[in-house]
């Protein structure tokens, strides 16, 4: 059985700091996907990153990294100098090679304040 | 524009009442998927359909039923076997191993 763990569940920083979402996951599979989703007040889960299992370099783009450790079970998720617009609710998620339902997390919750 | 569209936004349901929500895609994806989402529970899977008029449960499959008549189409009911239905359900298609795409969502409260 898979299971993907957040333990954060609320985080509050003040804009232009620096934060890193933890996720850690379990999975028997030697082949998976790893995703981060991003869920403003809005409702819609919008699309960040994927990384499959076989893949882990590290990956940045803008403001955003993620740290891939198979070692650890872990893809973490950096935020660099974080803006209000950050604040949303972020969602890592799982899914087996060959199969395209997901396991999510629990979330963080993700607040930005000026 | 491409996307998925989810109907209504916000949805009541009475006692003893069955309530449809509705999913349509315009991405030619084969896949479909309904999530449930809970305060502090994140997304539980409901049901999902890989091609037309075939789904399978997912872990919280009782109390809601599918059909898949058509690819793009992917409605939900939500039947008064549930009992505590009162959530925020999300659509998502996908196409073969790529990311899920998802609607915006519907609220649905009880009377």
């Known amino acids: 059985a898979q299971k993907v763990t957040q333990a954060q569940t609320e985080i509050s920083v003040v804009e232009k700091e620096d934060v890193t979402l933890d996720c850690v996951y379990e999975t028997r599979d030697t082949t998976y996907y790893l995703f981060w989703y991003k869920q403003p007040p809005s409702g819609e889960l919008v699309f960040l990153i994927r990384r499959n299992s076989f893949d882990e370099q590290n990956e940045i783009s803008g403001r955003y990294s993620w740290n891939f450790q198979k070692s650890t079970s872990s893809f973490n998720f950096t935020i660099t100098a974080s803006q209000v617009v950050d604040s949303a609710v972020y969602f890592c998620?799982?899914?087996?090679?060959?199969?395209?339902?997901?396991?999510f997390g629990k979330g963080t919750m993700l607040l930005v304040s000026p | 524009d491409g996307g998925i569209t989810q109907s209504p936004k916000y949805l009541f349901r009475k006692e003893g009442q069955n309530v449809t929500l509705s999913c349509e895609q315009n991405l030619n994806h084969d896949a479909m998927y309904w999530y449930r989402q809970d305060p502090g529970q994140g997304l539980r899977l409901i049901y999902y359909s890989q091609i037309v008029n075939d789904f399978q449960k997912g872990d919280i499959a009782e109390g809601y039923s599918v059909s898949r008549e058509k690819k793009e189409s992917f409605p939900l009911t939500v039947t008064s076997a549930q009992k505590n239905p009162t959530a925020f359900y999300l659509c998502?298609?996908?196409?073969?191993?790529?990311?899920?795409?998802f609607g915006d969502g519907t609220r649905l409260s009880i009377l």
């Open positions: 998620a799982l899914s087996e090679a060959g199969y395209s339902t997901l396991t």
């Open positions: 998502a298609s996908s196409i073969r191993s790529q990311p899920q795409h």
